[in-house]
């Protein structure tokens, strides 16, 4: 049985740092292609950043630059470095497959917040 518990988030002032990190239990990561989305309130959950079996990683224009995605096969973890926070990355996030969708299983999300 698949499941990601994704943790990392918390509050922090714009310009500031983070990173998220995702253990997986049940899927190999390195036989996957992985992704990290995000839920702001009132929108639908998008996907912001992915890695693909090679280790090539595709982003949002929102998140490009500022963002990294990275995995540890070793660990069977994903993270997502965040740098350059900005309020409007106030979100939950989430990992999961690159094409997962919304019926599919998801963890319980990391809440970010980005506010002075």
């Known amino acids: 049985q698949v499941q990601l518990v994704e943790s990392g988030g918390g509050l922090v002032q714009p310009g500031g740092s983070l990173r998220l990190s995702c253990v997986a239990s049940g899927i190999v990561l390195r036989l996957t292609a992985m992704g990290w989305y995000r839920q702001a309130p009132g929108k639908e959950r998008e996907l912001i950043a992915r890695?693909?079996?090679?280790?090539?990683?595709n982003y949002a224009e929102s998140v490009q630059g500022r963002f990294t995605i990275s995995r540890d096969n070793a660990k069977n973890t994903v993270y997502l470095q965040m740098d350059t926070l900005k309020p409007e990355d106030t979100a939950v996030y989430y990992c999961?497959?690159?094409?997962?969708?919304?019926?599919?299983?998801w963890g319980p999300g990391t809440q970010v917040t980005v506010s002075s």
């Open positions: 890695i693909s079996l090679g280790g090539n990683p």
């Open positions: 999961n497959t690159q094409f997962a969708r919304p019926s599919d299983y």
